[in-house]
T-cell receptor
């Protein structure tokens, strides 16, 4: 069966510090990978998606970047965090490229920028 | 502008009753609509998917309807239980390209014994 792991689960970072959130998927190959952010009381906002190694698309301009160094690894980064980067970050994957496929989410990472 | 709206107020119902949650959207033409459940501090979990040419889909105590004319989906939980208490998210899946889901903000459901 497929599993998705995301870490760290919680982190508190000072403004201006770097960020690295990691995500790996097991039990499947060539997954589509996604990073979402969820602010309190708001919907999930798609930040990045990737259809293959080294292929990253950004949905919104921001202070974050993503990389996919391996087929089943997805990393969310920032060089200098802002207060507005605080939120609940979710990594996710789906099997195929087309619409209508289920997206499977990780357990999320709580980021507090202080 | 494009919007997807779910009732931001929590829905409180008595155990055993049917819960009905609403998802409305404007200026989208989704090929699919999905419903997810999210517990506090956890990632969303997929529940049901309905296609644009389907009127209704059922899974155990869950039922989803999809009216592309009204641009609305209704999500029903029959014989609700306290364990059904969670936030329920609807998501539009647009045709073409990668699997892009547009999520609503969700409605929190509280089922009381």
């Amino acid at each position: 069966s497929q599993t998705i792991h995301q870490w760290p689960a919680t982190l508190v970072q000072p403004v201006g510090s770097p960020l690295s959130l990691e995500c790996t998927v097991e039990g499947t190959s060539n997954p589509n990978l996604y990073w979402y952010r969820q602010a309190a009381g708001r919907g999930l906002q798609l930040l990045f998606y990737s259809v293959g190694i080294g292929q990253i698309s950004s949905e919104v301009p921001q202070n974050l970047s993503a990389s996919r160094p391996q087929d089943r690894q997805f990393i969310l980064s920032s060089k200098k965090l802002l207060l507005s980067d605080s939120g609940f970050y979710l990594c996710a994957w789906s099997r195929e490229r087309g619409a209508g496929n289920t997206i499977y989410f990780g357990e999320g990472s709580w980021l507090t920028v202080v | 502008s494009q919007k997807i709206e779910q009732n931001s107020e929590a829905l409180n119902i008595q155990e055993g009753k049917t819960a009905t949650l609403t998802c409305n959207y404007t200026n989208y033409s989704p090929a699919y609509l999905q419903w997810y459940r999210q517990d506090p501090g956890r990632g969303p979990v997929f529940l049901l998917l309905i296609r644009e040419n389907e009127k209704e889909k059922r899974k155990e105590r869950l039922k989803v309807t999809f009216d592309t004319t009204l641009k609305q989906s209704l999500f029903h939980i029959t014989a609700s239980q306290p364990a059904d208490s969670a936030t329920y998210l609807c998501a539009l899946s647009l045709s073409g390209g990668y699997n892009k889901l547009i999520f609503g903000a969700g409605t929190r459901l509280a089922v009381h014994p």
